[in-house]
């Protein structure tokens, strides 16, 4: 079992509609947690931080849920330079700050 | 750019051949972050640096695979006697100290024929 799991998608949506990502990490020492977004043939790159206490970015929503484990991002009003993959991201307590990835889940916002 | 530079940007080599890939960090970042990225997954851990020292080389996948970065900054990532499998997106990331955000390059794009 890989330490995140995400949804591969795709997910195809119109302009303007709310999608939600989800996600889910095996290991319970994770403390540190993000979301990353990563456009064809590019580098990732930091979305946002997911805060225990649930954090809002322009349309962005961060959920965490430290008890199942679960990590969400909502989009509201999509736009079509959302189209990308979006990373569900940890860091393991008491590691050197590497990063374990999410397989990604792509996103595709339709005109 | 003051961004994380890394090079070739693409690399096609045969197989059995050796290849080296550089990463020039953000200038000042303490840690560095090698990360290979199979078509279609996400970016998986490789090796860390402190400066100089090495601290982590547990996501190394084989004894083909070596990296250094003798004077703390510029980094190189070598792999010997490339096999089919190592073909991938090598990224590098670093960061101003341990468990700061990770800036990434573009990644060098290796393809073993």
């Known amino acids: 079992r890989k330490e995140v799991e995400q949804d591969p998608g795709p997910f195809n949506v119109p302009e303007g509609a709310t999608v939600a990502f989800n996600c889910t990490y095996s290991?319970?020492?994770?403390?540190?947690f993000f979301w990353y977004r990563q456009d064809c043939r590019k580098e990732p790159k930091l979305l946002m931080s997911?805060?225990?206490s649930g954090n809002e970015d322009g349309r962005f929503t961060a959920q965490l849920n430290r008890a199942s484990q679960y990590i969400s991002l909502l989009i509201r009003d999509s736009k079509l330079s959302d189209s990308a993959t979006y990373l569900c991201v940890v860091n393991v307590r008491g590691s050197q700050g590497n990063l374990i990835f999410g397989k990604g889940t792509k996103l595709s916002v339709k005109p | 750019g003051a961004g994380v530079s890394q090079s070739p940007r693409y690399k096609v080599a045969k197989r059995g051949q050796d290849v080296a890939l550089r990463c020039d960090p953000i200038s000042g970042h303490v840690s560095l972050f090698w990360y290979q990225q199979a078509l279609g997954q996400g970016p998986e851990f490789l090796t860390y640096?402190?400066?100089?020292?090495?601290?982590?080389k547990s996501g190394l996948p084989s004894d083909r695979f070596f990296a250094e970065r003798p004077e703390g900054s510029v980094s190189t990532l070598k792999i010997q006697r490339t096999q089919q499998e190592d073909s991938a997106v090598y990224l590098c990331?670093?960061?101003?100290?341990?468990?700061?955000?990770?800036?990434f390059g573009d990644g060098t794009r290796l393809s073993i024929l």
């Open positions: 990331a670093s960061s101003l100290a341990m468990n700061q955000p990770q800036h």
């Open positions: 997911v805060y225990s």
């Open positions: 640096f402190q400066n100089e020292a090495q601290l982590d």
């Open positions: 290991n319970s020492a994770s403390q540190s």
